[in-house]
């Protein structure tokens, strides 16, 4: 039986039924991330004491009686209850088919995480997988000794030094959260970030404030002037560490405290036991500055996936003929689904 879920009290209770989830996967961070032309749901299947739950984002498309649905930026996906190894999936991926049909839903596109088993084989028959590349990883379940040693040797060195002149510190007060913004949003418009990295004051307050996956915003101060020279959002649920959001001062470049805020965070959550620190990769899942960054961190890759499905492919290549018409674009093959690209 196939259920679609829109309440808080309800996603939540699915959520935390679930073998293994992450932050992405809540009803808060859904609300968060959201836009205002996006409604959050959870499409819940149960097949006795087996649970599949998928989160999206449900959108109207323009000029046309019918939507289609995305996922959070980020790492969602399925997550399960009590699937085992040989599972058959056949009759959820039949009623999720005909879930899409009856809403009226086009496309769906989502990103999936790489740490959550059996979403590969949960949508294995309908439509395409792809990996456009790597996320970084530190292993939390080996000692502190051991992920040191994997760190790049310059690295070591930077870090030891950063030490020497930043003490860490859990911010706690509202000005640091308003210090750290300011910083945040410095650095977007020091790397020419898309105008929706620029989140609001209020994003920043509500992500410190959610109940249902903890915030921790960790804040690096100069020893010698008491200012913060950068700070660094991180995120945790179940087993995995997330690397969100950082800013630092222009200031304080030189030697970029965000390499003391990783690796303090490291420390901290291997001894809260959490398996995975996830740091992510680079922009656009491409091999770039940002990977080579995050890369020194660990020598522990995963694939980054990606999932497309043309529920309807008559009405969508429909669609993407009457955009290109209407919008005066240029086809892209890469972009899905086709008939948003450019807008």
């Given at each position: 039986m196939l259920e679609l879920i829109r309440k808080e009290e309800k996603w939540s209770s699915i959520i935390e039924k679930c073998d293994f989830v992450d932050f992405y996967?809540?009803?808060?961070?859904?609300?968060?991330?959201?836009?205002?032309?996006?409604?959050?749901?959870?499409?819940?299947?149960?097949?006795?004491?087996?649970?599949?739950?998928?989160?999206?984002?449900?959108?109207?498309?323009?000029?046309?009686?019918?939507?289609?649905?995305?996922?959070?930026?980020?790492?969602?996906?399925?997550?399960?209850?009590?699937?085992?190894?040989?599972?058959?999936?056949?009759?959820?991926?039949?009623?999720?088919?005909?879930?899409?049909?009856?809403?009226?839903?086009?496309?769906?596109?989502?990103?999936?995480?790489?740490?959550?088993?059996?979403?590969?084989?949960?949508?294995?028959?309908?439509?395409?997988?792809?990996?456009?590349?790597?996320?970084?990883?530190?292993?939390?379940?080996?000692?502190?000794?051991?992920?040191?040693?994997?760190?790049?040797?310059?690295?070591?060195?930077?870090?030891?030094?950063?030490?020497?002149?930043?003490?860490?510190?859990?911010?706690?007060?509202?000005?640091?959260?308003?210090?750290?913004?300011?910083?945040?949003?410095?650095?977007?418009?020091?790397?020419?970030?898309?105008?929706?990295?620029?989140?609001?004051?209020?994003?920043?307050?509500?992500?410190?404030?959610?109940?249902d996956f903890e915030t921790e915003l960790l804040l690096a101060i100069d020893n010698k002037t008491g200012d913060i020279a950068g700070g660094t959002i991180f995120t945790k649920k179940d087993a995995i560490v997330q690397y969100h959001l950082s800013g630092t001062s222009e200031k304080y470049m030189g030697l970029n405290p965000v390499k003391l805020l990783i690796d303090e965070i490291r420390i901290r959550s291997t001894r809260e036991n959490f398996k995975y620190f996830n740091l992510g990769g680079g922009v656009g899942s491409k091999e770039d500055s940002l990977f080579y960054f995050k890369s020194g961190f660990s020598k522990f890759f995963r694939p980054f996936n990606i999932w497309k499905y043309m529920v309807n492919e008559s009405i969508y290549e429909d669609l993407v003929q009457q955009h290109k018409k209407n919008e005066h674009c240029q086809e892209s093959l890469h972009y899905f689904p086709q008939y948003r690209h450019n807008r």
């Open positions: 996967h809540t009803y808060s961070y859904h609300q968060l991330a959201k836009r205002h032309d996006e409604e959050p749901i959870l499409v819940c299947y149960k097949d006795t004491d087996k649970i599949i739950a998928f989160p999206m984002l449900l959108r109207n498309i323009d000029f046309s009686t019918y939507k289609d649905a995305t996922s959070v930026y980020g790492y969602p996906g399925p997550i399960t209850k009590n699937i085992r190894s040989g599972y058959d999936y056949s009759p959820f991926q039949k009623e999720l088919h005909q879930f899409f049909h009856s809403q009226k839903i086009i496309s769906v596109f989502s990103r999936l995480n790489p740490y959550i088993p059996g979403q590969k084989n949960c949508l294995s028959s309908l439509g395409q997988m792809t990996s456009p590349g790597r996320v970084v990883y530190i292993d939390l379940t080996k000692t502190l000794d051991e992920q040191w040693m994997l760190y790049h040797k310059r690295l070591r060195t930077y870090i030891n030094k950063s030490r020497a002149i930043y003490t860490v510190k859990t911010a706690s007060t509202p000005s640091h959260l308003k210090t750290f913004v300011k910083l945040y949003h410095q650095n977007m418009r020091r790397v020419n970030a898309k105008k929706e990295y620029f989140f609001d004051k209020q994003y920043f307050m509500d992500l410190m404030n959610c109940s």
